[in-house]
């Protein structure tokens, strides 16, 4: 009988999406409290302030929420069911991009991956990786070569 070698699995959420929860709650409380002190005004202020609204959601849809880290490969998985799955030994490169105060470029701290694409993929599937404490300990536990900044 032949053994079955258990994969090493290691899961991480991407955080960014509750940064985007977060100004969604406030663009949505924003525009009840005008809702709520509805002079002629403040009608047009709650029509922004759910239209801003819209922002967030989008991210929150086109975002990856799980990184699934595998001794063979790393896998994205994204909030409307898409998957990426790179193996580690087609990886050309992982560059660290972005930062919360402007440190290496704008935007979002993220890493980005670079490999040869063979699939065509909707737009927003594009191979970053948010960055914080565990993404940074696991890439650095699988990806066997130097990040770069």
């Given at each position: 009988m032949k053994k079955m070698q258990k994969k090493h699995r290691k899961y991480a959420f991407n955080t960014h999406i509750?940064?985007?929860?977060?100004?969604?709650v406030i663009f949505i409380c924003l525009a009840i409290f005008f809702l709520k002190d509805s002079e002629e005004g403040s009608i047009?202020?709650?029509?922004?302030?759910?239209?801003?609204?819209?922002?967030p959601i989008f991210?929150?849809?086109i975002s990856p929420v799980v990184y699934i880290f595998e001794d063979e490969s790393l896998t994205i998985v994204y909030c409307l069911g898409f998957k990426e799955r790179?193996?580690?030994?087609k990886i050309r490169s992982i560059t660290k991009w972005g930062g919360w105060f402007l440190e290496n470029g704008r935007g979002m701290p993220v890493y980005e991956i670079a490999y040869p694409h063979k699939e065509k993929y909707p737009f927003?599937?594009?191979a970053t990786i948010a960055r914080n404490r565990k993404t940074t300990k696991l890439v650095k536990k699988y990806y066997k070569r130097n990040i770069e900044d």
């Open positions: 509750v940064f985007f929860f977060v100004i969604l047009f202020c709650a029509i922004g302030g759910f239209a801003l609204a819209v922002a991210a929150i849809i790179i193996a580690w030994k927003f599937v594009n």
